[in-house]
């Protein structure tokens, strides 16, 4: 069974940093792309972040770039999310999902709050 588990949120005022870790278990994902997503209350869900299967590629949305940083670590099999800067914009659940064969995105974590106090 496949599964992506993320972990690394919480409370933290604006200005503050924290690292979004996310785990993948049932089959390795290191030839597939892998990303972040984000849904605050009373919106829809929204690309943050993605990184191609060496992490060589990367692509930000607007609104997180140059604060946030994806990473990843295939024999770990995780994929990271480094936030600076956080604004209580940044508040929402962040979601970690993985490419299969190029189908994106085919997997999906439970998801991790992430809530910035201003």
């Known amino acids: 069974q496949v599964q992506l588990v993320e972990s690394g949120g919480g409370l933290v005022q604006a200005g503050g940093s924290l690292r979004l870790s996310c785990v993948a278990s049932g089959r390795t994902f290191s030839s597939d792309a892998m990303a972040w997503f984000r849904q605050a209350p009373g919106k829809e869900r929204e690309f943050v972040a993605t990184?191609?299967?060496?992490?060589?590629?990367?692509r930000y949305a607007d609104s997180v770039k140059g604060r946030f940083t994806i990473t990843r670590d295939n024999p770990k099999m995780s994929v990271y999310l480094q936030m600076n800067s956080l604004k209580p914009e940044d508040t929402a659940v962040y979601y970690c999902?993985?490419?299969?064969?190029?189908?994106?995105?085919?997997?999906w974590g439970q998801g991790t709050q992430v809530t910035v106090s201003s």
């Open positions: 990184i191609n299967w060496n992490g060589g590629i990367t």
């Open positions: 999902a993985a490419a299969f064969n190029g189908i994106k995105y085919l997997y």
